[in-house]
C-alpha cells in the first residue's frame, strides 16, 4: 500500500487479527477475493446469477456487491461514513470492515458528523480498547478530524466528491488487470480532500471510494451488474 494512504498493508497476526492486504487481482476495496478470481474474474454462482468473482464464496460479499459497490450514492452521511470506512480499510482487508461496520456506526454516533466531530479525548481512549472495531489511534482520530473537515466544507461534500467522478468509461473491464488502483481523478480527489483538511485520504483509498460510491462502475463484463 502506497505511503500516500497514510498506512501500510498489515501482515496476518497484526492487532484484531487483520488479515494482509487484499491481492492485487481483487478491486481495491474487495478484499480477500477467491483465489480463483484471477483465472476466473466473473463466477456463476449456486442461485444461477453471474458476479465478479471477488463475491462469490462470502454471503456478506455476495450483499455488498450485489447491492452496494459501484451503486450511486449521494447521501452525505453515507458518504461521510464511507470516507471513514475506506480509511479504516487502507491496508487491511475490506471483510474486516464490513463485519464490523455496525460497531463503527454505533461508537461513532451512526457517522453524523456533527455528533463525531464532538468526541473527545475520552471517547478516543476508550475506542483504542474496543475490539469490535480496528483500534488504530490515527484512523480513530482522522474520523474525527474528518468531521469537522465536513463541517467547514464550503460547499456540500456530495458535491465536492463528485465533481471528481470521472465520465462513464465506453469500454467495460474484463479482468481485475483492467481496473485501476489509482487515476487521475482519484489524485485530484485525494489533493482537493487533504487542502480541506482531511486525513487517509490517499489517491488508492479515494479510487476505492469512488468504487464503492458508483462514481465509477466496475463491475466486470459478464456480471449482472455489469
Known sequence: MSTTDETTSSPAGAPDGIA????????????AAA????????????????RCAWSANDAEYRRYHDEEWGTPQHDPRA????????????????????????AFREVFHGFEPERVAAMGDAEVEALLVDARIIRH??????????????????VPLEELMWSFAPEPSPRRPREWADIPAVT??????????RRRGF???????????????GMVDDHLEGCFRA
Open 79 to 102: 458518504l461521510y461514513e464511507k470516507l471513514c470506512l475506506e480509511g479504516f480499510q487502507a491496508g487491511l482487508s475490506w471483510i474486516t470492515i464490513l463485519r464490523r461496520r455496525p
Open 20 to 31: 494482509a492486504a487484499p491481492a492485487v487481482d481483487a478491486p481495491v476495496d474487495a478484499p
Open 137 to 154: 489511534r490515527g484512523k480513530i482520530e482522522a474520523t474525527i478530524n474528518n468531521a469537522k473537515a465536513v463541517l467547514a466544507l464550503d
Open 199 to 213: 486525513r487517509f485520504v490517499g489517491p488508492t483509498t479515494m479510487y476505492a471510494l469512488m468504487q464503492a460510491t
Open 184 to 193: 487521475p481523478e482519484s489524485t485530484a480527489m485525494s489533493k482537493e480532500l
Open 35 to 50: 483465489p480463483v478470481s484471477a483465472r476466473q474474474p466473473v463466477i456463476v454462482g449456486d442461485d444461477g446469477v453471474a
